[in-house]
């Protein structure tokens, strides 16, 4: 069986597939084998738009520093 097949039989394949786990396998599989893969091309929308929101708020200045945000959750662990 040459690629040209067997492209073809994978198109098949994927058209019958709607388990949204197995397709995604089938991404992330097929991906890898790519060059230049980008991580930011492996993650989902929702994984994009919070990235996009943290970056605007450092922009923005809205951030905290680690002792900030340590100090809070040692406030829970003393609880």
Do not use: C
């Not at 067997?6 to 397709?23: G, P, T």
């Not at 993650?43 to 919070?50: L, Q």
Request: proline letters at 1%; a negative charge; hydrophobic letters at 35%.
């Amino acid at each position: 069986m040459n690629a040209v097949d067997l492209k073809s039989d994978l198109y098949r394949l994927i058209e019958n597939i709607d388990d949204v786990h197995v397709l995604e396998a089938v991404k992330v599989l097929l991906s890898s084998r790519l060059p230049h893969n980008d991580w930011w091309n492996e993650i989902s929308e929702d994984e994009r738009a919070e990235i996009d929101e943290g970056l605007k708020q450092a922009d923005q200045g809205e951030t905290r520093t680690t002792e900030e945000i340590l100090s809070k959750y040692e406030q829970w662990d003393s609880k």
